[in-house]
């Protein structure tokens, strides 16, 4: 029998690596529907390709082959046997929670869902009996480590360091647009490139490893480690460590997640071999030069609302740094002051976050508004 697909944002990076995979495994998939933004012409590609029943744009007009729907409708199709959420931003939150609500399996590709909702997207899960398979390489390498999580004791994420892991203080301050985006082993959209480069993507990761595994935060350790050869790993209660390994490629994860609990060929990475890789390097993460893996640490302890201003914050400040409007270390200023400002509420509803981000967006812009006279 045929995996019944939708794929939330598949004309993005991840949603494009995903079609690559279904594309492999053609008889092992059905895809039901495919959603895009404002992409529109890769989109109506993708539907004449693999014919999808529905699919959703910005502009539902535009869209060619296939009926046009809307992600709420998408997600609370029982068609459905498992949707890769695969949009970035809080786009993807409630089409989620709409589709774990009906009892519907999740890969799920986008941080904004945990982090800014973990506690409320994971009880509707275990309610609902619904499987929630991480795509993000980390927490795919975590899932697949863990045989039973009672006795996990400590995460142990792994991180590249990004381009600027050898640089100094100075040179990250007045990097340029174009060499925060030059990672040196992943190829990403840009918002989540630039939250690699300041490590704020590894706190984002801190958090929804705390979700995800209900982990405590004193238990989830961070190491450099800058081949991206160990994809992360755990530690048992009798000391025991299990990595999982592998050469860097989105398609792995996006694999293992979307046919998860089977394992197929597919796309198959290169066979691996310990004597070409030769060494692994592992170092502590540099805390002063990256602060914002100690923001998202204080965010996550803090819990509640606060890891949707970290969020907010954050993601507004790396939309001005796009922008050429701020400098890179701003981005993290910004969020070092909304977080001093903030104060925590807890037990949210998603109306209630979705206020405090539209609340916490607004003031972050503010920051970087010339005074008026
Ligand atoms: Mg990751």
């Known amino acids: 029998m045929k995996r019944k697909i939708s794929i939330l944002g598949s004309t993005g990076s991840i949603g494009r690596q995903a079609l690559e995979v279904i594309e492999k495994l053609q008889d092992r998939f059905e895809i039901i529907a495919l959603t895009g933004g404002s992409n529109t012409d890769l989109l109506n590609k993708q539907i004449k390709k693999f014919k999808p029943k529905y699919a959703f744009a910005s502009d539902i007009n535009a869209i060619e082959g296939a009926k046009p729907m809307s992600l709420e409708e998408i997600c609370s199709n029982h068609e459905n046997d498992i949707i890769l959420v695969a949009v970035s931003g809080k786009i993807g939150l409630r089409p989620t929670i709409t589709a774990i609500k009906n009892g519907i399996d999740i890969a799920l590709a986008n941080k904004e869902t945990l982090v800014m909702a973990g506690d409320i997207v994971m009880k509707l899960a275990r309610d609902n009996g619904v499987n929630i398979i991480p795509v993000d390489s980390e927490h795919c ?51 989540i490139t630039v939250d690699s480069a300041t490590l704020m993507n590894k706190g984002l990761e801190v958090i929804e490893a705390h979700h995800l595994f209900g982990m405590d935060y004193d238990n989830i350790k961070v190491v450099v480690h800058p081949q991206s050869i160990v994809h992360s790993a755990i530690e048992y209660v009798d000391g025991s460590v299990i990595a999982q390994l592998g050469l860097p490629s989105m398609h792995i994860p996006i694999q293992y997640a979307i046919t998860y609990p089977e394992r197929y060929e597919g796309i198959k990475s290169k066979s691996f071999s310990f004597s070409e890789i030769a060494r692994l390097d592992f170092e502590e993460p540099n ?78 812009k503010e920051l970087f508004q010339p005074a008026s006279v």
């Open 141 to 191: 390498a975590i899932h697949q480590c863990i045989k039973d999580i009672a006795q996990v004791e400590k995460l142990i994420i792994t991180a590249s360091g990004g381009p600027f892991l050898h640089k100094t203080v100075d040179e990250m301050k007045n990097a340029t647009i174009e060499q925060t985006l030059a990672h040196p082993r992943w190829n990403m959209g840009r918002k």
């Open 287 to 364: 805390w002063e030069k990256f602060k914002a893996l100690n923001l998202a640490y204080e965010a996550g302890r803090k819990g509640g609302s606060a890891t949707v201003c970290l969020n907010a914050a954050n993601e507004e400040a790396v939309f001005e740094f796009l922008n050429g409007q701020i400098k890179l270390f701003d981005i993290i200023y910004a969020v070092e002051k909304m977080m001093s400002k903030h104060n925590v509420i807890n037990n949210l509803s998603i109306d209630e976050i979705f206020e405090i981000d539209k609340e916490i967006r607004t003031k972050t």
